[in-house]
């Protein structure tokens, strides 16, 4: 069983929508959880860390956590096409981090 | 959020030779650095764990006498990729630990072995 699992899509959203992504943890032990931006060629780049239950906003995107259900989220309100990208979640565990494979995220015009 | 720099971003060599990618956090010390290498769509591969003053914790399937890791101070690690073969072209980024624990990507290094 993978630490950390993600759909890997595609995901298709039209301008202007909510983009939901969804990720699940597998060890209760996990104590931060992150999501990374990774546009292709690029490098990843952090946009949301979360650590306790319940939800965390920084301008259009959300991060969700519910560490009952092992289970972590991001929200990107009003999609731009610049959103396009792909989104890794990220879990911490000691000195650990361990990433889901990725969700591709396509914003169209 | 916290910069870790990664140099070269692009390097181009023969097979045979050996190339030096160097990992620095500019503005936090990093007792711990982390290697990936990523092929094109494919998610990222942890190669292995860099600690400050200690050797490296190499994980499973990746050759340490190939791929030599040096964490010599609190803002550096390097990554050598000896005797580099075409099936080495990749592209590596490094990451590192900031505080509050969160973890910060360089823009990564991509090699290709002619």
């Known amino acids: 069983q993978k630490e950390v699992e993600q759909n890997s899509g595609p995901l298709s959203v039209p301008e202007g929508a909510i983009a939901s992504l969804n990720c699940t943890y597998s060890?209760?032990?996990?104590?931060?959880f992150f999501w990374y931006r990774q546009y292709s060629g690029k490098s990843p780049e952090l946009i949301m860390s979360?650590?306790?239950?319940g939800d965390k906003e920084d301008g259009r995107f959300t991060a969700q956590l519910n560490k009952a259900s092992q289970y972590v989220s991001l929200l990107i309100r009003d999609s731009q096409p610049s959103d396009s990208a792909t989104y890794l979640c990220?879990?911490?565990?000691?000195?650990?981090?361990?990433f889901g494979t990725g969700t591709s995220l396509t914003v169209i015009p | 959020g916290a910069v870790v720099s990664q140099h070269p971003s692009w390097v181009i060599c023969k097979s045979g030779t050996s190339v030096k990618i160097e990992c620095r956090s500019l503005?936090?010390?990093?007792?711990?650095m982390f290697w990936y290498r990523q092929f094109p769509k494919q998610s990222l591969m942890l190669m292995a764990t860099?600690?400050?003053?200690?050797?490296?914790?190499?994980e499973q399937g990746v050759e340490k006498d190939k791929f030599l890791i040096n964490h010599a101070s609190l803002t550096l690690s390097t990554l050598t990729v000896t005797s580099a073969h075409p099936e080495d072209s990749s592209f590596y980024i490094c990451?590192?630990?900031?505080?509050?624990?969160?973890?910060?990507f360089g823009e990564g290094s991509r090699l290709t072995v002619l």
């Open positions: 990451s590192a630990r900031g505080q509050p624990g969160e973890l910060f």
């Open positions: 060890d209760r032990g996990s104590q931060s």
């Open positions: 979360i650590y306790s239950n």
């Open positions: 990220a879990v911490n565990l000691g000195n650990q981090f361990y």
């Open positions: 503005d936090f010390q990093a007792t711990t």
């Open positions: 860099s600690n400050e003053g200690s050797k490296a914790t190499y």
